[in-house]
Nanobody, 116 residues
Framework: QVQLVESGGGLVQPGGSLRLSCAAS????????MGWFRQAPGKQRELVAT???????TYADSVKGRFTVSRDNAKNTVNLQMNSLKPEDTAVYYC??????????WGKGTLVTVSS
């Protein structure tokens, strides 16, 4: 199994920045993709950004140019640098990892609130 623990959420004003981090532990040798999803109140969970172990990235159109996903394969961490935050970025952000053999895993989530 894979355990994912997120950190870095909080309250920020519009236009501000936050950095989320996620640490993976357990059976982590075969993790291919790590990234972030989010779920706003009353909405479905959606992809924010992912990064493969080879460095390929995917971003939601709504965050392109503002968010950057980075990964430290040696430390088994994935980070999400969020700049120019908007109120519509308010959501619970979930760390996600896909293991080649074990399947998909989720963290418990961290709340990001963008408000003045």
């Amino acid at each position: 199994q894979v355990q994912l623990v997120e950190s870095g959420g909080g309250l920020v004003q519009p236009g501000g920045s936050l950095r989320l981090s996620c640490a993976a532990s357990g059976s982590i040798s075969s993790i291919n993709v790590m990234g972030w999803f989010r779920q706003a109140p009353g909405k479905q969970r959606e992809l924010v950004a992912t990064r493969t172990s080879s460095g390929s990235t995917t971003y939601a159109d709504s965050v392109k140019g503002r968010f950057t996903v980075s990964r430290d394969n040696a430390k088994n961490t994935v980070n999400l640098q969020m700049n120019s935050l908007k109120p519509e970025d308010t959501a619970v952000y979930y760390c996600n990892a896909v293991d080649v053999y074990l399947g998909e895993f989720w963290g418990k989530g961290t709340l990001v609130t963008v408000s003045s």
